[in-house]
């Protein structure tokens, strides 16, 4: 199974790159500018603003967690029902409605393999998260990438003009990675109506628990629409600081659950990763907590980019995009060679850069390497 971390990895291989050479170094710089920069932690560095993970990391009360190795001799069966159960209560849902993943990567990897192949299309807007483009084209569906609207949103009226009878998926990221912007729900649930009834909707909103409240944005967890075709991914990546865990869900009517589940990897959640997403969900208060530290670094960052006079994206996330006004590769290579790991290329975005927010003493190191650049 292909993680969103080691997408690239693949990539690599599929180009006849060696994946020994890639960990071995011997890459080119060219090569690199666009593969994700090493991710194990390493005594000084590098400040790593380039995956969108939570730099603080897990709640106060998952750390707490008494033995990480309790219950590991036996299977995760009775520990993956209960999280079920608890999901389903916090979602206040019937338990069929929710299907776990290895990460929200796995629901991807489930919803291509059930909902497409050989002379089935999967619609996706370009640039969004890539990984459900891999899944779809090794299930043998056909890609159909469709260009973000001018103001970065979902192209929904092209979304719905490349799609037809032999379209099998359609899959929306909001809020969107790599811009951070949101499309209107009313705009989303059009998309919806108007697509040919047998086509199925990916809602992936990894990154719903840092929006405000929006009349924009509404999740469809929060107001569901009684749709078989619906599914929405959710990870325990983002706001819980969990991402190498690996841990998601998705929700959908219990009818599309039961075909999510029989593309799903067995025993692919393990215990301890379960029992940190139920104290997890358990901890509502560091929640609110986390969301609101969130939007303050947010602010910040938005402050820090207007005192530059920057051209940014508007971000409802935990990362934002700015206009370098050059070529992004020749940034990348910059702020690594200020030890500073930012984002990889998104095009056609491609004077764009991707930030993820780091802590404060972090972000101050990138704005003294983005000033040092602009200096020179």
């Known amino acids: 199974m292909l993680s969103r971390r080691s997408f690239f990895k693949t990539a690599f291989k599929t180009a006849g790159i060696s994946l020994a050479a890639a960990a071995s170094g011997s890459l080119t710089t060219d090569m690199l500018a666009w593969a994700e920069p090493r991710r194990a ?10 995956s969108n993970e939570n730099a603080y990391g897990p ?51 489930m919803t291509a393999n059930a ?31 469709v260009p973000l609207a001018a103001n970065f ?57 840092f929006v405000p409240v929006s009349a924009d944005y509404i999740s469809f967890l929060e107001h569901p629409v009684d749709e078989d075709r619906v599914i929405v991914a959710r990870t325990f990546s983002k706001i819980y600081g969990l991402a190498g865990l690996r841990l998601g869900y998705a929700v959908t009517s219990a009818k599309t659950a039961k075909l999510l589940r029989e593309q799903k990897l067995e025993d692919s959640q393990n215990i301890f990763a379960i029992r940190c997403a139920l104290a997890s969900l358990d901890d509502t208060a560091a929640h609110s ?16 980019a207007l005192a530059r006079k920057l051209e940014t994206i508007p971000s409802w996330t935990n990362f934002a995009m700015l206009n370098a ?9 910059h702020f690594r060679q200020n030890n500073i790991a930012v984002g990889r290329p998104f095009p056609p975005l491609d004077t764009y850069v991707r930030v993820s927010l780091g802590k404060p003493d972090e972000m101050k190191e990138f704005w003294r390497a983005w000033d040092l650049m602009m200096a020179a």
């Open 41 to 50: 932690a390493q005594s000084g560095g590098p400040v790593l603003l380039n």
């Open 59 to 109: 709640f106060a009360s998952v750390l707490a967690l008494n033995n990480p190795f309790q219950d590991v001799n036996r299977y995760p069966d009775h520990a993956h029902d209960a999280l079920i159960e608890r999901i389903a209560s916090y979602q206040k849902i019937d338990a069929r409605r929710v299907v776990l993943g290895c990460g929200s990567t796995e629901v991807l990897r």
């Open 115 to 145: 909902f497409t192949g050989p002379g089935k299309k999967v619609i996706m807007a370009a640039p969004t998260f890539e990984a459900i483009e891999h899944y779809g084209r090794v299930a043998g569906a056909e890609v159909v990438k």
């Open 153 to 209: 949103s979902h192209d929904v009226s092209a979304m719905l003009h490349a799609a037809g009878a032999d379209t099998g998926l359609v899959y929306v990221c909001n809020p969107n990675n790599p811009t951070g912007n949101v499309t209107p729900r009313r705009t989303l649930e059009n998309l919806i109506n108007e697509l040919p009834k047998n086509v199925y909707v990916l809602m992936d909103e990894a990154y719903h628990d």
């Open 289 to 304: 907590q986390a969301a609101q530290r969130n939007a303050d670094d947010r602010n910040e960052f938005f402050r820090q």
């Open 325 to 333: 006004k050059r070529p992004v590769r020749s940034v990348i290579d």
